[in-house]
């Protein structure tokens, strides 16, 4: 079983919404928390990171927040661009690099 | 710095046929990763170097599958003999860092179709 749930599995929203992505986790011990964009036919490209100690990241129009408690993450993009159409996954890693859980992407399709 | 550089983009071949794949990561880097990609079963780690020794290749699937780093600036994924199942993504990826805390950078990928 995966132990990074992402959802939805997709989504289309219109030009300027906003929305949010989902990421639940059961990595254990755990030491970050990653999202990475994934443009099609590009390589993943990181957008925040986030430790324990941490309960929200911003990066641009981008939000990421995190919950250690409850194992749950979101990100939030704000006033949505075409650019964003993407693949958005959520990685969390449990203090080694041969131990980084990647879930399986929520592809967002934002329409003019 | 021009990012982790993978070759060759695309690649198509016959089952059974040898191939090579080559990654140069971020220079300073002392982190290299191979990682596949499916639609079926996402991103996988298949293998990770430090300092150009293999630390973890339990994600390797089988024998016909080897990667080697024989210096800072080169590594190479080989797959020998190719079969149609090996057709996916494969991502190189560079970090600096121990502990899976390091900001994670990757290649553009190779896409290999295996005929």
């Not at chain 2, 983009?9 to 080559?22: A, D, P, W």
Request: hydrophobic residues 30%; glycine residues 8%.
């Amino acid at each position: 079983k995966n132990q990074v749930e992402q959802s939805p599995q997709s989504l289309i929203i219109l030009e300027g919404k906003n929305c949010t992505l989902q990421c639940n986790y059961t990595v254990s011990p755990f030491s970050n928390l990653r999202w990475y964009k994934q443009d099609t036919g590009r390589g993943p490209v990181s957008l925040t990171i986030m430790t324990f100690s941490e309960n929200t990241k911003s990066n641009g129009r981008y939000t990421a927040t995190l919950d250690a408690d409850t194992k749950q993450s979101s990100l939030h993009i704000t006033a949505s661009q075409l650019s964003d159409s993407a693949s958005y996954i959520c990685v969390v890693s449990a203090r080694s690099w041969g131990k980084l859980q990647f879930g399986a992407g929520t592809q967002v399709v934002v329409t003019p | 710095d021009a990012g982790v550089i993978q070759s060759p983009r695309h690649e198509v071949t016959e089952m059974g046929q040898e191939v090579t794949l080559r990654c140069k990561p971020i220079s300073g880097h002392d982190y290299l990763f191979w990682y596949r990609q499916t639609m079926m079963r996402g991103l996988e780690l298949l293998i990770y170097f430090n300092n150009n020794v293999p630390i973890d290749d339990s994600g390797m699937p089988e024998d016909r599958f080897s990667a080697k780093m024989p210096n800072a600036s080169f590594s190479t994924l080989k797959i020998q003999p190719s079969e149609p199942r090996d057709s996916a993504v494969y991502f190189c990826a560079s970090s600096y860092g121990q502990g899976g805390t390091g900001e994670l950078f990757f290649g553009e990928g190779s896409r290999l179709t295996v005929l």
